[in-house]
């Protein structure tokens, strides 16, 4: 079982940047492939980011796309989401997970507690 902690979250204005980062302990982190997930008040946790485990094919989600980067580090066994030009609609908290390479929620087995990102307009 992997163990899965996220952190970077915070206010930050229209416009502005920031970098949540997912610590993953447990079993080989190299084995899964990881995602990045949000969910709004009163909504549906929804899909962002997906990278395999070797890091050769990434998939965002089409508000995500042009806008967020994630990439992956197995030296240190953490995984990365780079949000540029944020907008209020991204105010959401953001959950890192593993699992199988997939848009699809249910295909993630391990999923961190969550990091809260507001977006000031």
């Known amino acids: 079982q992997v163990h899965l902690v996220e952190s970077g979250g915070g206010l930050v204005q229209a416009g502005g940047s920031l970098r949540l980062s997912c610590a993953a302990s447990?079993?080989?982190?190299?084995?899964?492939?990881m995602a990045w997930f949000r969910q709004a008040p009163g909504q549906e946790r929804e899909f962002v980011a997906a990278?395999?485990?070797?890091?050769?094919?990434?998939n965002y989600a089409d508000s995500a796309k042009g806008r967020f980067t994630i990439s992956g580090d197995n030296t240190k066994n953490t995984v990365y989401l780079q949000m540029n030009s944020l907008k209020a609609e991204d105010t959401a908290v953001y959950y890192c997970?593993?699992?199988?390479?997939?848009?699809?929620?249910?295909?993630?087995?391990?999923w961190g507690q969550g990091t809260q990102v507001t977006v000031s307009s």
């Open positions: 447990g079993r080989a982190f190299s084995s899964y492939d």
């Open positions: 990278i395999t485990w070797r890091g050769d094919k990434t």
């Open positions: 997970a593993a699992g199988a390479y997939s848009p699809n929620r249910d295909t993630y087995g391990a």
